[in-house]
């Protein structure tokens, strides 16, 4: 079989949180072989948790004006591919 693309986080930011609103956002990649499993590096904000498909949700539940983290996603070649980005 011919090699995979490189396995690249495509998500470039994520919309505002508002506080006490419920949020989700949709983390993306491309490349490598799908499906993927996605991880926080960082503690995200408190009140969001990121799930295994790269789906970011929960209620935001602290002011402020940015909150950046890191974030893994690992595809499921032999071996793994794996992209990280904040």
Same mark, same amino acid.
């Given at each position: 079989p011919a090699p995979s693309e490189a396995l690249t986080i495509t998500t470039e930011s994520l919309e505002d949180a508002v506080l006490g609103t419920p949020y989700e956002a949709n983390l993306e990649a491309s490349g490598g072989t799908a499906p993927y499993e996605w991880s926080a590096i960082d503690e995200l904000p408190p009140g969001l948790t990121l799930s295994a498909d790269g789906k970011v949700t929960g209620i935001p539940?602290?002011?402020?004006?940015? &909150?950046a983290f890191r974030v893994e996603c690992r595809d499921a070649g032999t071996p793994s591919?794996? &992209?990280q980005a904040i």
């Open positions: 539940q602290e002011l402020g004006d940015s &909150a591919k794996t &992209a």
